[in-house]
């Protein structure tokens, strides 16, 4: 599709871009670069990251997956029990306080799926587990980019790992393939849009550990830390936006940010395309218990022992798994759950800390 240009005269936030050819080689540069990025403002653009070509399957997938009628997506609906795979229509969550819904629709399809095709061992029954054009490509396209994203995050996490001061390969054992995990790829549509203002996703913390984002068009805007002010993210051609969850900052006794986000309508005449962007988000085992990994590393005990938020136990030391602390945030977001404000703030993260 023809996308219009990025309207020059609307102020972006820089990211520092990040070479992953230079990651794999572990130049020492690019390492140090990453990890400024990671921990200040918990964003920064990936170049060199060999998932275009595969991204680009994807989003010809997903256009073709949300053409079908709305009743036949509904059959494939997560549901409101806190199960993230599946469908999710426009409007089905909440994106502020107030109880405003979301206008954009989307298809998660499960890293664990993806990984064990022919068989679906997340979704049941079988057989009304995925739309059919998503379970006729899942072995050509939808595992290839399962695959090589897994590959990408694992690479940035091994190094974010030895820069936390932990042992060799600590924080990839909380993300192996073997272990179900909430870990999905996720292709997402927002229509056109007349009020660039509306809000599609609302203010939020990731999940959990990286997110590797693709996207054409604006709409992605930081808060960044200090600031009052909401600002775009310049979408750059063959640069990946990539993002650190809860999961990590949590592992990581805050060192790693989790930074606040949201996605409103493209700017200017941006706004009259459907807007598609396609991610795929990496999570901790269901079995991971998310608490700073303090007792393993003298970096992470003592970013713990400084924190301006000692007194709160539960931020460092949360207690749910990570499958628990992920159904109450997806769960809870749901229209169809809300029952007043409290059932908005009962799925936030660790963006609790960063508003007032």
């Known amino acids: 599709m023809s996308i219009p240009a990025w309207p020059e005269d609307v102020p972006t936030h820089p990211l520092l871009v990040v070479d992953y050819q230079l990651l794999k080689k572990r130049d020492a540069g690019e390492i140090e670069k990453l990890w400024e990025a990671a921990t200040k403002l918990g964003f920064w653009y990936l170049k060199d990251h060999e998932v275009d070509e595969l991204a680009q399957k994807v989003f010809d997938l997903g256009a073709e997956v949300m053409a079908l009628p709305l009743e036949e997506k509904m059959k494939y609906e ?3 029990e806190g199960n993230s795979f599946g469908y999710k229509k426009a409007g089905g969550n909440a ?24 068989n679906v061992v997340r979704r049941a029954p079988p057989g009304t587990s995925y739309p059919e054009p998503a379970l006729e490509r899942m072995e050509s396209t939808i595992q290839p980019f399962v695959r090589k994203s897994l590959a990408v995050n694992n690479t940035i996490m091994d190094i ?21 995990s909430a870990s999905e790829a996720r292709i997402i549509r927002n229509p056109p849009m007349s009020n660039t203002q509306k809000i599609a ?20 805007q930081v808060l960044p830390p200090g600031s009052e002010t909401w ?25 790693l940010r989790s930074n606040l986000h949201r996605v409103i309508p493209p700017p200017s005449t941006q706004a009259n395309n459907v807007r598609w962007s396609l991610v795929f988000f990496s999570r901790p085992g269901d079995s991971s218990v998310l608490r ?22 539960k931020k460092f ?26 059932t908005w703030m009962a799925s936030r993260g660790t963006e609790r800390v960063q508003v007032a």
Do not use: M
């Open 231 to 255: 600002q775009y993210v310049k979408p750059i051609a063959n640069h990946a936006v990539c993002n650190v969850g809860d999961s990590l900052s949590i592992f990581s006794g805050g060192i």
């Open 317 to 342: 030391d949360t207690g749910p798994t990570a499958e628990e602390w992920f159904a109450r945030r997806i769960k809870n977001q749901r229209i169809a759950n809300r029952k007043g404000p409290e």
């Open 160 to 180: 974010l790992n030895d820069k936390l001061g932990l042992k060799k390969g600590r924080l990839l054992e909380f993300h192996t393939d073997e272990e179900f």
């Open 201 to 220: 996703i609302g203010s939020h913390t990731d999940f959990g550990s990286l997110s590797f984002l693709h996207n054409r068009q604006g709409g992605l």
């Open 292 to 313: 700073a990994l303090a007792a393993e590393s003298d970096i992470i005990a003592e970013a713990v022992a400084l924190s301006k938020e000692g007194e709160d136990v």
């Open 95 to 118: 994106v502020a306080a107030s109880g405003e819904p979301d206008t954009i629709e989307f298809l998660n399809v499960a890293k664990d799926d993806a990984l064990a095709w022919p």
């Open 78 to 80: 997560q549901g409101d």
